[in-house]
């Protein structure tokens, strides 16, 4: 299993951006791929973007994609979620996530989460 800790969110105007990181501990971190997932309330918790576990192939949902930018640094065994001209829209509880798969945008397949960080995005 995977400790994964959440850092980096916060409140922030419309066209601002925020870099979200989150610290791994545990069994092997480079062995897994890394997803960000996001919950708004009253909604179900969706993928935002994936990166496999060699940083090689990285995935994007369409509602984020060209703004938000994943990143991982396995010598810190960190990674990153880098986000520009933020919307309202994109405000909600993000959460970082393991899987051992080499890489997936599915919900199911991860089985290692952190607690979670707020991102608020005023008009």
């Known amino acids: 299993q995977v400790q994964l800790v959440e850092s980096g969110g916060g409140l922030v105007q419309a066209g601002g951006s925020l870099r979200l990181s989150c610290a791994a501990s545990?069994?092997?971190?480079?062995?897994?791929?890394r997803g960000w997932f996001r919950q708004a309330p009253g909604k179900e918790r969706d993928f935002v973007a994936g990166?496999?576990?060699?940083?090689?192939?990285?995935d994007y949902a369409d509602s984020v994609k060209g703004r938000f930018t994943i990143s991982r640094d396995n010598a810190k065994n960190t990674v990153y979620l880098q986000m520009n001209s933020l919307k309202p829209e994109d405000t909600a509880v993000y959460y970082c996530a393991a899987t051992a798969l080499y890489r997936s945008t599915l919900r199911q397949d991860y089985n290692s989460w952190g607690q979670g960080t707020q991102v608020t995005v005023s008009s």
């Open positions: 990166i496999s576990w060699s940083g090689g192939t990285t």
């Open positions: 545990g069994r092997t971190f480079s062995s897994y791929a």
